[in-house]
């Protein structure tokens, strides 16, 4: 019954306080509000940084590599002086279909897995599943990228794809003539 009476005694003190100046509850709420929102985006910080953390893995004197849940790992592209060379791993690649494709200077490359395993468990007889996954990869082409010259190769589980680059912009000589030379 006391924590009743204390209580009700602090909603009316809480209505009162509000009776006389309802913007400074406002203001003490939104403040209230303005700190959780603060701490939460701290511990979203947190969480991303972690989870950068975790998904880069160091490689000696190259970009760090992306590694991604289905197994496909690129570190984007590399300037090889008169080309990009982009490199992608991809876990098991002779069960996979890969498509690579260009759009408004981006290269998309999509692997599509599919595993038929079977299995013989004894008194139960062979267990057949299957399993697919797709994954899409997108990359900005370079500005001097010549997107018409895009060619791919497979070597072992490993796609690389070569971009050349543009020829650099021509500067043209302008040859002037003397218009106001007459001949006599």
Do not use: C
């Not at 760090?64 to 197994?71: R, W």
Request: positive net charge; without cysteine.
């Amino acid at each position: 019954m006391k924590r009743l009476s204390v209580f009700l005694a602090s909603v009316s003190l809480a209505t009162t306080l509000s009776a006389q100046d309802p913007f400074a509850d406002m203001d003490r709420i939104f403040q209230m509000q303005l700190k959780q929102m603060q701490m939460m985006q701290q511990q979203m910080d947190r969480m991303f940084r972690n989870f950068e953390q975790n998904l880069n893995v160091p490689v000696a004197g190259k970009m760090p590599i992306l590694v991604h849940s289905s197994g496909v790992l690129s570190s984007g592209f590399v300037d090889k002086g008169d080309k990009y060379e982009l490199q992608i791993k991809v876990n098991d690649l002779k069960n996979s279909k890969v498509k690579i494709t260009t759009d408004n200077g981006m290269l998309t490359v999509e692997v599509t897995e599919n595993k038929k395993i079977e299995k013989s468990h004894g008194n139960y007889g062979k267990i057949i599943s299957y399993t697919n996954s797709n994954s899409v990869q997108s990359f900005t082409l370079p500005p001097d990228a010549d997107p018409a010259s895009i060619k791919a190769e497979q070597k072992d589980n490993v796609i690389t794809v070569y971009v050349a680059k543009k020829a650099p912009a021509k500067v043209i000589p302008i040859q002037k003539s003397d218009s106001n030379s007459t001949k006599k």
